[in-house]
């Protein structure tokens, strides 16, 4: 038994070598030990441990689980925007290996579209649906609430394993979708393709049961009253989101599964020899892909919809249309993946058929721009900052989704693909629709859940920085893509030309760095500012059943259960006792679920299992595997008990506003 | 005394919410794991004539092994189906015996599975021989594994029964682990179409 | 207890099991005797495998058949369209993707252009 053998048997393939990085990354490893250290000593320092594994860890509270995503999401948002300005910054110089080599700068734009991806986007709208659906039907709960908590903790882990190549090993160089050949063992036998796997594949399961959850609450646990046609559109939204995931995330479940089959028992699905075909990875990546766009940007539409409404003072314009439009968008998001790889060979009539469908898709979405904007109109429009976001939003998406257009049009498709014109173009969407909808839905329900506005000068300012900084960042990428500029160069000739744009993309990427750190400084201001700023239930005069919750809102949401008769129940609400004095409430005990341990647990023992399989430890593997069952099983088959608030109880809380 | 009634039918009308919840739900996940045996189906689809330098189907499948196979599960998803039946209307012993022979004819169908496997690993047809073999496991041992999973719920879930008979919550569980089975026999019927006998038809 | 109740359920089981076991039988045998051309088999034998799914969902799943299954079948359907898009949509794709991937032998490229594209 020599300590080598040893040494494999408890670590796997892990060496000290895996420690070690150049300069510049082992610089970013060091600021994450930091900042870990920074978080968990101060966490210390003031005794909240406790606090926090009893209020907030264990929580099945969905307020509380949104929050934590939200905040997980905000970190993740500093770090994939860190790559961002390295990538920028090493584009601007024209040479190469200026500061980053090559590899590193690979690493960089996989993490970057990953980080951006999986744990900003869809932790933000796991952070809506948590916040927003339940108040919005009237509920005060999820369907499943140890499933959502169990959610979150995956999600936990899959940050983690995502993180982790900072400090040991290395991440993927392959892109945020890791295509094969690249991604297969013979061209990338370290632990960046593994980690990369596994951070996504322990997340996606997250997001799946999260799916599942919320759609399942939307049917089943709406209010006395609320037929599905009464629900606010935010939650129709929710509704198409979910059954998006529910449709694609096994897809990227087998998709990742098989790669992984490939990198770790031999398989042969996606290399090329022995029969593998690497283009039915692309076909499966991108039949989730697609989907999981829209999955990004339908909650967004949904903030839209309730903000327009509220600040244009009137009803939105078209419900059905755009309940229509909806459904629509989901079901085409089916039907158009191929556009990913028109060039990839597929011939005229696959090319035309997915083209075309690409097309239609641009009409409901088209729809619910025009409702939008006869919402507006004739109303009494407030430009608070969620409306100054959603004009922003307008014009870039329209932008963005015309050069979808274009992009979709196979023989000009072969022109653009994979040029910086594609780059700008999802971009455009991503920034435009999707984020512009997070900031704005973070501004308009911030007073709902915090108690306090955020200060709307800073934010006026931070919207303007971002606005100019992403137009600045993204029209030279366009202009670039044409020339002949591709996608993920880390150099070029600069004989090109193309250098000034580079520089003045950069320049757009440091403004939209600005508007960053006043988003930050807007939160710290509106924190110390918080007594003189308080905001009341009813911060906004809105029209839905979340401001008649105070702020912030109770563990139980609604004392009593509101019942319902028409659409923008909260603004019928108002009205009623404008007309006629409020009934005596009669209050009833509310049963809750209790705290619980199993989420933080099973998501611990999935970050170890996605490490080991990284690091090929077989023994954690299998223990951290079998644990898992063992836990989960003892918890399924066992009756849960809730905590009780008694209407005595709920009685004084009420009061005490 | 009425308010105590009526909180009793309150509560009862919640049990019954979450019950139907958690059956909506339930068949929500089996719809999404559908999916996810799609793409197993789908990549088997692309990939069944890859089959490099090794065997095909028609070399390897032997049909009366499989049909014993599929007859196998057939049973064994009748046999769940009566145990869900009885266990509802209260007859312990019959429900329970039905649920012991489903785990016996579980377990017989795995064993069959693995010696199929077994064999094809010996003959030199293993999942790294071609992108044919690698989809033809990928595909049934995910199967196999999701009825490895039924097993260990439903010993779980029988030893439990055996001692606490006749709670609400169980017979909801055993309802679902029924349906879960039967789901496992209806993708049965798409492997064994697909895989099986398209494979040795050529 | 509702012993009719329960006699009619242990029917409808019964009956799913044999239609399940003869469905299954049948097939067997068509793809072992091979009577019929190849062609013909695969596609009645699919047939028969969707029939044996039809029965086992109504006999053994109780699909349509109680009140209050409003959300099982719609999103059983919806299931149903995304897996024939999926499986379908990839099979048409790979296969035209292969035209010009060059998975094919020489030999089989040329039977493709000559079936397809007339050269």
Redesign the interface.
């Given at each position: 038994m020599d300590w080598n053998s040893i040494w494999h048997f408890i670590f796997g393939r892990l060496t000290m070598q895996a420690f070690v990085h150049d300069p510049i990354m082992a610089g970013a490893g060091i600021m994450e030990i930091v900042a870990l250290v920074v978080a968990i000593g101060l966490v210390t320092y003031l005794k909240k441990w406790r606090y926090l594994w009893k209020n907030w860890f264990t929580s099945l509270d969905p307020k509380k689980i949104g929050i934590m995503y939200f905040i997980v999401a905000a970190v993740m948002l500093l770090r994939g925007g860190i790559d961002a300005l390295m990538i920028k910054a090493q584009q601007s110089t024209a040479t190469a290996d200026a500061f980053l080599s090559p590899d590193h700068f690979q690493q960089i734009f996989s993490a970057h579209g990953t980080i951006m991806i999986f744990f900003v986007a869809m932790a933000m709208i796991f952070a809506m649906f948590n916040l927003l659906v339940p108040p919005q039907i009237g509920s005060r709960d999820v369907a499943f609430p140890l499933l959502n908590s169990i959610s979150f903790w995956l999600f936990a882990a899959g940050m983690v394993i995502v993180n982790a190549p900072l400090i040991v090993g290395e991440f993927s160089n392959a892109g945020w979708l890791a295509y094969p050949p690249l991604s297969e063992l013979q061209y990338n036998p370290g632990t960046g393709v593994d980690y990369w796997i596994w951070a996504l594949q322990i997340a996606g399961i997250g997001s799946l049961l999260s799916g599942i959850n919320f759609f399942t609450t939307i049917?089943k646990m709406r209010t006395k009253g609320m037929k599905m046609m009464k629900m606010p559109i935010f939650v129709w939204s929710v509704l198409g989101t979910t059954?998006l995931i529910m449709?694609?995330f096994p897809?990227l479940t087998v998709t990742l599964a098989l790669l992984a089959l490939d990198r770790t028992l031999g398989t042969n699905f996606f290399t090329s020899y022995n029969g593998g075909?690497p283009?039915?990875y692309v076909?499966?990546i991108w039949?989730w892909g697609h989907p999981e766009v829209y999955i990004l940007v339908l909650p967004a539409f949904g903030a839209f919809s309730e903000i327009v409404a509220t600040f244009s003072r009137k009803k939105l314009f078209g419900y059905t249309s755009m309940v229509w439009a909806l459904i629509a968008i989901t079901f085409l998001s089916?039907?158009v993946?191929?556009h990913h790889f028109f060039t990839?060979?597929?011939?005229a009539?696959?090319n035309t058929v997915f083209g075309i469908m690409t097309m239609i898709i641009a009409i409901p979405t088209g729809v619910k721009v025009f409702n939008w904007i006869f919402t507006m109109y004739r109303g009494r429009v407030r430009f608070t900052t969620p409306m100054l976001w959603f004009m922003g939003f307008v014009v870039t998406f329209a932008i963005g989704g015309s050069t979808g257009v274009m992009l979709s049009v196979p023989p000009a498709n072969f022109q653009f693909h994979n040029s910086l014109f594609l780059v700008a173009h999802f971009h455009n969407m991503i920034i435009g629709g999707v984020l512009f909808g997070v900031f704005a839905a973070i501004t308009y329900w911030w007073p709902k859940f915090t108690g306090f506005y955020l200060n709307e000068k800073i934010g006026r300012y931070a919207f303007i920085f971002w606005l100019s900084g992403f137009v600045l960042a993204f029209a030279p990428l366009y202009i670039l893509g044409f020339m002949g500029a591709v996608r993920r160069l880390d150099h070029y000739d600069p004989s090109l030309g193309w250098q000034g744009l580079f520089i003045v993309s950069g320049v757009g990427v440091l403004l939209i760095g600005i508007g960053v750190a006043l988003q930050i400084f807007q939160v710290i201001v509106s924190v110390l500012q918080r007594k003189k700023n308080p905001a009341p239930a009813d911060a906004w005069d809105g029209r839905t059943l979340e401001w008649s919750m105070s702020s912030p809102p109770k563990e139980y949401n609604f004392a009593v259960l509101p019942e319902v008769t028409t659409r923008d129940a909260f603004w019928e609400q108002k009205l009623a006792m404008k007309r006629h004095a409020p009934e005596p409430v009669k209050y009833q005990d509310i049963r809750l679920p209790k705290p619980s341990f199993i989420g933080p647990l099973i998501g611990g023992l999935s970050m170890v299992f996605g490490m080991a399989v990284v690091w090929h430890v077989i023994w954690a593997i299998l223990v951290s595997l079998v644990a898992i069952i063992v836990v989960l099983m003892v918890r399924l088959l066992r009756d849960h008990d809730e905590q009780v608030i008694s209407a005595a109880k709920v009685e004084k809380m009420e009061a005490a506003l | 005394m009425s308010e105590t009634v009526m909180e009793m039918d309150i509560i009862r009308q919640e049990r019954q919410e979450v019950a139907?919840r958690k059956t909506?739900g339930f068949?929500?996940y089996l719809?999404t794991d559908?999916?996810l045996f799609?793409?197993l189906?789908?990549t088997f689809?692309?990939l069944r004539n890859a089959v490099a330098s090794g065997p095909s189907g028609q070399d390897l499948f032997s049909?009366p092994f499989v049909?014993g196979e599929?007859?196998v599960l057939?049973?064994s998803?009748?046999t769940i189906?009566?145990a869900v039946?009885?266990a509802k209307?209260?007859f312990k012993i019959a429900a329970l015996f039905n649920l012991l022979l489903t785990f016996g004819l579980g377990v017989a169908f795995l064993v069959m599975e693995l010696t199929e496997f077994t064999e094809f690993v010996h003959e030199g047809a293993s999942w790294q021989t071609s992108a044919f073999l690698s989809s033809f496991f990928a595909l049934v041992a995910t199967h196999g594994l999701h009825v490895a999973f039924g097993l260990l719920w439903m010993l779980g879930l029988g030893i439990k029964m055996i001692r606490r008979w006749g709670k609400e919550t169980d017979l909801g569980r055993l309802a679902l682990l029924g349906?879960f089975w039967?789901f496992l026999?209806?993708i049965w019927?798409?492997i064994?179409?697909?895989v099986y006998?398209?494979g040795?038809?050529? | 207890?509702?012993e009719r109740?329960?006699g009619n359920?242990?029917l409808s089981?019964?009956i799913?099991?044999v239609m399940?076991?003869a469905t299954?039988?049948v097939?067997?045998i068509l793809?072992?005797e091979?009577i019929w051309p190849?062609d013909v088999?695969?596609f009645t034998?699919?047939g028969?495998?969707i029939l044996?799914?039809v029965i086992?969902?109504v006999f053994?799943?109780h699909l349509g058949q109680e009140k209050?299954q409003y959300?099982?079948l719609v999103?059983?359907w919806?299931?149903i369209?995304?897996?024939a898009?999926?499986?379908g949509?990839?099979?048409?794709?790979?296969?035209?993707?292969n035209?010009?991937?060059m998975?094919m032998t020489p030999q089989e490229q040329a039977q493709y252009m000559a079936h397809n594209e007339g050269i």
């Open positions: 049917l059954s449709a694609v897809i075909n283009m039915m076909n499966l039949a089916f039907t993946w191929l990839m060979g597929a011939g009539d696959v | 139907n909506l068949w929500i719809m559908v999916v799609s793409s189906f789908a689809a692309v049909m049909l599929t007859l057939l049973t998803t009748f189906g009566m039946v009885l209307r209260g349906t039967h026999d209806i019927i798409f064994f179409t697909f006998m398209i040795v038809l050529g | 207890m509702n109740g329960l359920k242990v089981y019964v799913g099991f399940s076991a299954t039988v097939a067997y793809v072992v091979r190849t088999i695969i034998v699919v028969l495998a044996q799914l086992q969902l053994f799943l209050g959300w099982t999103t059983f919806f299931a369209l995304v897996i898009i999926l499986v949509g990839s099979i048409w794709v790979m296969y035209h993707l035209y010009n991937m998975n």
